[in-house]
């Protein structure tokens, strides 16, 4: 593209074909080109005009499949590989919702080192082998107390302390009405430690009236 011609200070004649420079000798080998009256030419040919036919795959060939099928434009521009028409919302599996937005990008695509070729290259892992549960990323301050439940199922990407999608009439044993609707959630919800570990255990044994409250009509 002219871009490239200016970026590399490459020089081209009235048809378009590259003009012999020391600049751009190293583009063609000798075999393709052709000979003038008075320089040659170098026949700017090349078969496939994919950048991978220029540029190394800095991804350790992570994406070796989508070059392979849409090409490095599909995300890049010529302007300037860091420039990119990337849309994570769109092109991926994971969209990026509330905090996750102001997230660094580096924080889930770690730089790792992969030896596809015995370089030991340091690469960029945008493909995140993995599926997108939020155990993946982030503790379970829960300890395992809801294995079997999902983080989404309770919390949002705005905030874990956001309970917006938890009601504990319908998601637990115990309705809340009337005086129990004032306690505080610390009151049943207590600190506990297991194997050093502290956390809020919110799956209690608390059911009964007198688990809780003193048997008053039993005292002397």
């Known amino acids: 593209t002219p871009l490239h011609d200016v970026e590399r200070g490459l020089k081209r004649n009235e048809k378009g074909a590259l003009i012999n420079s020391e600049k751009n000798s190293f583009l063609l080998s000798k075999s393709n080109r052709n000979k003038t009256e ?42 300037s590989f860091k420039v990119v028409k990337f849309d994570h919302d769109k092109d991926t599996v994971f969209p990026l919702k509330g905090e996750h937005k102001t997230a660094n990008c580096y924080q889930c695509h770690q730089k790792i080192s992969k030896s596809h070729d015995n370089s030991g290259k340091i690469c960029t892992n945008f493909y995140k082998e993995r599926d997108a549960d939020c155990s993946h990323c982030h503790t379970d301050v829960h300890l395992g107390e809801f294995s079997n439940k999902k983080c989404s199922d309770c919390h949002d990407e705005s905030s874990f302390k956001s309970l917006t999608k938890f009601d504990h009439n319908r998601d637990s044993n115990f309705i809340l009405d009337g005086k129990h609707l004032e306690v505080s959630c610390s009151r049943c919800h207590q600190t506990v430690e297991v194997n050093h570990k502290k956390f809020v255990k919110y799956r209690t044994e608390l059911k009964k009236c007198i688990d809780c409250h003193d048997p008053y009509h039993f005292k002397k």
């Open 38 to 79: 008075n320089h040659a030419v170098l026949m700017f040919k090349n078969s496939n005009n994919r950048c991978a036919d220029c540029h190394q795959n800095p991804h350790c060939n992570e994406f070796s499949d989508r070059i392979e099928k849409v090409g490095c434009e599909s995300c890049h521009i010529t302007e």
